[in-house]
């Protein structure tokens, strides 16, 4: 075992001690699961990270399972190699098709879902345009730069990767008149596929907000313009400013002639700045009723005055916009937006008599998410509440030590997927926050 991850485990299991030594070992399973499933690094240094029980590389899952990781990064070769190899490898796989949501070890490969309706190059597992997909392995790399100073990971792939996104992001900003993206998946539930002929429901172009097709659940967006990963983009536009104000020097990087349209640090400034503008114009619901009688967030909107009003289990959902850095976690819109989700006002808020929390469109009613639980965690600045909720989790493991998809509010032992990397990790991290180690 790694040491800088054995001494972690250790020092977690002091700080938790004897009353909550089943905790400390669902941490230690979840803290060493992601570990257990990446493969072994490929000639260019690059690593390949499955989700889990899946066959494929998301580029969000990637990125989230290891986070827990940073916390020692610096101390550990091992571990900072192991972060910046799958870096690298979501740099190439942006770069490989930027409307792409997961991705296959072996390119020579055929996806399962070759037959989507859209073109699929060698080595994508599914084309699904999430702009979370995009924002995860950036959001990755500036927390590894800060956590190691480590800023090897930014070379001509990275600000390659980057322009690509801040071009596809102002694109889909007019996704009615400059988009090509389109996604038609037969015989499948309606979440599945995208309406008009694989376009997407109507939405107003030009409003400064960014389309996206999918939800992080990857489920079709009622209304395309989907607010918490708005929220995302914001931030890693914003982190890529800074990276390419004190890295990169566009004409320099840039040899072969056409230093004239490389994107630079303004560029990803003013992007930034047009779609926060856009979300505190448009994704605020409207007041003047006795439901709403004070503003918060949608979650959805279609720039053109409706509003879906709701919350799902995957983040970026609304509930993490303080721990993506959008928003203080004490700002009275976000204050007024986390009350109305974390009840009833949600239609996919769940209480039982086992767990209560948020699940999703992706599952089944009825149904309580680990993620949603260890982001509510997360945001809190109640220790109390962080270790209530950390004892919840510990016991919907239904005899496990890990993490699942979701869970049945009555029944623990009724749960989906018996491993996924993504709810593990959210735990682990959830933990070394409350251990003071995050």
């Known amino acids: 075992m790694i040491t800088a ?103 020579d490969d055929e996806s399962i879902w070759a037959n989507d309706g859209v073109t699929m190059l060698p080595g994508v597992w599914e084309r699904k345009y999430e702009i979370d997909s995009l924002c995860f392995p950036f959001k990755l790399a500036y927390d590894y730069w800060k956590a190691t100073g480590n800023a090897s990971i930014f070379d001509d792939a990275f600000r390659k990767a980057a322009e690509n ?16 993206y389109r996604f038609e998946r037969q015989d499948c539930p309606y979440i599945d596929s995208l309406s008009r002929h694989g376009k997407g429901a109507y939405v107003e172009d030009g409003v400064g907000l960014i389309w996206s097709g999918f939800r992080p659940s990857d489920d079709g967006c009622v209304y395309g313009y989907l607010i918490p990963s708005n929220m ?53 619901v409207p007041t003047g009723s006795a439901r709403f009688d004070k ?29 993506l850095g959008y928003c203080k976690a004490d700002e009275p819109l976000y204050v007024e937006t986390k009350k109305r989700l974390l009840s009833e006002e949600n239609p996919y808020y769940y209480r039982g008599s086992k767990a209560s929390g948020v699940g999703s469109i992706h599952t089944k009613a009825g149904y309580v998410w680990p993620l949603s639980l260890g982001m509510q965690g997360l945001v809190s600045d109640d220790k109390e509440e962080k270790l209530a909720l950390i004892k919840q989790m510990s016991t919907l493991d239904a005899g496990t030590k890990l993490m699942h998809e979701c869970v049945n509010v009555e029944d623990p032992y009724d749960f989906t997927r018996p491993l996924f990397g993504w709810a593990n990790a959210v735990f682990a991290e959830l933990v070394l926050d409350y251990c003071g180690l995050k």
């Not at 990125?63 to 972060?83: D, F, G, H, T």
């Not at 003013?270 to 605020?284: G, M, P, Q, Y």
């Open 5 to 107: 991850v054995e001494e972690t485990i250790k020092k977690v299991k002091e700080i938790l001690g004897e009353d909550l030594a089943y905790e400390a070992e669902c941490f230690e399973a979840a803290y060493l699961c992601n570990l257990d499933i990446v493969a072994k690094p490929e000639e260019d240094g690059s690593i390949f990270l499955l989700t889990g029980d899946i066959p494929a590389m998301w580029l969000r899952d990637s990125a989230c399972q290891v986070r827990p990781y940073l916390s020692i990064a610096k101390e550990s070769e091992e571990i900072s190699n192991l972060i910046a190899g799958i870096i690298k490898k979501q740099m190439y796989c942006i770069n490989l098709d930027p409307y792409a949501n997961a991705f296959m070890k072996n390119l």
């Open 165 to 180: 996104v801040y071009n596809v992001f102002r694109t889909e900003q007019y996704h009615e008149t400059k988009s090509e």
């Open 232 to 284: 995302f983009a914001v931030v890693i536009l914003e982190e890529l400013a800074e990276i390419f104000a004190k890295v990169y020097d566009c004409a320099k990087a840039a040899d072969d002639g056409v230093a004239s349209k490389c994107v630079g640090a303004a560029e990803f400034s003013a992007l930034a700045t047009d779609v926060r503008t856009a979300i505190e114009t448009f994704a605020v």
């Open 295 to 323: 503003p918060f967030y949608a979650y959805e909107v279609d720039g053109a005055g409706q509003y879906l009003v709701m919350d799902d289990a995957n983040f970026p959902n609304l509930l993490c916009a303080p721990y």
